[in-house]
């Protein structure tokens, strides 16, 4: 069965602080996609970044980087200088080349305080 | 490009009543998902469609629950009848769908309140 586990339920900080946000998956699939997803207090779903198992590169894109580790099955998300506006849930999802089904972690409620 | 739009976005009714949630897809996706948002189970999908028929409906919770997909940019999600445990966000999404990995793209959401 494959499953995303988000430990982190909430992580509050202090603006300009860098905060890194934790997604362990499992699948026994060599074959998969790893997603994040952003969901602000008006409550869309906006897509950050996706990732296919064959891709081990770190990516970054402005104040955002993405970790993706296959030894440890974690695809962790790295904010940069926090700024308010990053204060939302963030969900990590994952699905298989087999299938269309996004599965979601539970998710991790960031505050990022003045 | 328009995103996937939904309506309406916040509806309250009572029990017993027929809710009907709207979705239009972005253009030129084949694929259409429903999605629903609750804090006990999170986000779920409830069934998908490519090229309008559905796909896989194992997510859909019992026979209250409906979907239908006339054409390729609308669908709907009715419940009849509702019940307070279906009070929930409801997220329509779509992809391209040339490959299963394909990046889904969600709506805004339907906020769903059954007294």
């Known amino acids: 069965a494959q499953k995303v586990t988000q430990a982190q339920t909430e992580i509050s900080v202090v603006e300009k602080e860098d905060v890194t946000l934790d997604c362990v998956y499992e699948?026994?699939?060599?074959?998969?996609?790893l997603f994040w997803y952003k969901q602000p207090p008006s409550g869309e779903l906006v897509f950050l970044i996706r990732?296919?198992?064959?891709?081990?590169q770190n990516e970054i894109s402005g104040r955002y980087s993405w970790n993706f580790q296959k030894s440890t099955s974690s695809f962790n998300f790295t904010i940069t200088a926090s700024q308010v506006v990053d204060s939302a849930v963030y969900f990590c999802?994952?699905?298989?080349?087999?299938?269309?089904?996004?599965?979601f972690g539970s998710g991790t409620r960031l505050l990022v305080r003045p | 490009d328009a995103g996937v739009i939904q309506s309406p976005r916040h509806e309250v009714t009572e029990m017993g009543q027929e809710v009907t949630l709207r979705c239009k897809p972005i253009?030129?996706?084949?694929?259409l998902f429903w999605y629903r948002q609750t804090m006990m189970r999170g986000l779920e999908l409830l069934i998908y469609?490519?090229?309008?028929?559905?796909?896989?409906d194992s997510g859909m919770p019992e026979d209250r629950f409906s979907a239908k997909m006339p054409n390729a940019s609308f669908s709907t999600l009715k419940i009849q009848p509702s019940e307070p445990r279906d009070s929930a966000v409801y997220f329509c999404?779509?992809?391209?769908?040339?490959?299963?990995?394909?990046?889904?793209?969600f709506g805004p959401g339907t906020r769903l309140t059954v007294l």
């Open positions: 469609f490519n090229n309008n028929v559905p796909i896989d």
């Open positions: 253009s030129g996706h084949d694929y």
């Open positions: 990732r296919n198992s064959f891709d081990e």
């Open positions: 699948t026994r699939d060599t074959t998969y996609y």
């Open positions: 999404a779509s992809s391209h769908g040339r490959q299963t990995t394909d990046t889904q793209y």
């Open positions: 999802a994952l699905t298989l080349y087999s299938s269309y089904k996004l599965i």
